[in-house]
Structure formats: C-alpha cells, structure tokens
T-cell receptor, first 116, second 113 residues
C-alpha cells in the first residue's frame, strides 16, 4: 500500500488555467506538507497543516490555496497558472510537528507540473 | 533563520571510490538531521536520520553520516560507491516545532562504471 500518494503524476496545462493536485496519506498522520522542487532541484516547503489547521505558509503567492478536507488529505489548488509554477510538487506527512523520530516525514511520489 | 549548505554541487566518482558529501547548517537550537536521495525521475527516499544519541548514524545501502555539533555539520559517507548510487542527494534540517524541513541545494552524484 502506498503510504503517501499524489494525483496526478504529471500535469501539463496552459498559462492562466486553474488546476488541483491531490494528496492522500494512509499512515494515520496528523500533519501534512507541500514542498516545491524547482528546475534547479531546490526543495522548499510551501505549506504545512496539522489537524487540518494551517501551520506554515511560506510566502507562497495567494494563487496557491491548500485545502485539507480531513487529516488524511491535503490538496493543492493553483489559480491562474504561470510559467514559473512549473516544478515538481511533493506532498509529505508526519505524525506531528515536533522533533523526534516519530515525526519523520514521508514523501509522496511527486507531481510534475508543466505550464506552457 | 535556518539554512543548510551543501558543499559540493556535482561530484563525479568511479565505482569503488569513497564518497563524502558535506553538509553544514545554521540553527541555534536542537535539530533533527536527514539525508535524502532522489534517483533519476524518482521521489525522495530517506537515507538516514539523526534525532539524538550516537552521532554516527547508519542508513540504508551502506551510507552513514556523522553529526558534529561543534561544526554544525552532518556529512554523508560511503566507503565504496556503486554505479547505482548515481542520484541527487539532499541534506535537510528540522529545528523547532513547526515541522518545517530546510533542504540544502542538493548534490548531484555521478558514478562512472
């Protein structure tokens, strides 16, 4: 069973469109995250949610709106897509926020978004 | 602010050579430290992690890392690399209680057969 899954795996779309990426974890974790990996492979956190509450919003444009319908899901909706949004987006989950081995983050397979 | 610096951007080795990838971080408090690997076209996989205790940690596939607190370093080592180790390697740090992982810029390792 896949612990953290994302759909779709690939997403190709035109500038200006609105798209969503879905993430689900079956680990029973309370905390979920979105990371962005740019074309230079640099990884940076975008958001984190704990028990469906937004914890981190790392100066991400408000065109990006995460939504957590329940603790097992954290979806990423992107409005008015721009060329610079092209990247690989990784979802992750952990038991909680603090330090300690029980809060290790598990990553999903990534979604490669290409904006034309 | 927390930051992570990986010294080597691109490393090329021959099979059986020894590997050491440098990682330094800046953070004033207690940290958790990680090395992740990303094989071409694949997702991130955890190689090893340090939370507390023995500063020499062993991970999967023969990798190990040593946490040197005084140097704010967490270097990754492998005594003998294989062609299959060709991948991108990321050092990451977590400090505080926000769950935020700070990644280094990554090191591309190319192992020649």
């Amino acid at each position: 069973d896949t612990a953290v899954s994302q759909t779709p795996k690939y997403l190709v779309t035109q500038m200006g469109n609105d798209k969503s990426i879905k993430c689900e974890q079956n680990l029973g974790h309370d905390t979920m995250y979105w990371y962005k990996q740019d074309s230079k492979k640099f990884l940076k956190i975008m958001f984190s949610y704990n028990n469906k509450e937004l914890i981190i919003n790392e100066t991400v444009p408000n065109r990006f709106s995460p939504k957590s319908p329940d603790k097992a899901h954290l979806n990423l909706h992107i409005n008015s897509l721009e060329l610079g949004d092209s990247a690989v987006y990784f979802c992750a989950s952990s038991q909680g926020l603090g330090q300690g081995s029980y809060n290790e983050q598990f990553f999903g397979p990534g979604t490669r978004l290409t904006v034309l | 602010a927390q930051s992570v610096s990986q010294h080597n951007h691109h490393v090329i080795l021959s099979e059986a050579a020894s590997l050491e990838l440098g990682c330094n971080y800046s953070y004033g408090g207690t940290v958790n430290l990680f090395w992740y690997v990303q094989y071409p076209g694949q997702h991130l996989q955890l190689l090893l992690k340090y939370f507390s205790g023995d500063p020499l940690v062993k991970g999967i596939k023969g990798f190990e890392a040593e946490f040197i607190k005084s140097k704010f370093s967490f270097n990754l080592r492998k005594p003998s690399v294989q062609w299959s180790d060709t991948a991108e390697y990321f050092c990451a740090v977590k400090g505080g209680n926000t769950g935020k992982l700070i990644f280094g810029q990554g090191t591309t390792l190319q192992v020649k057969p």
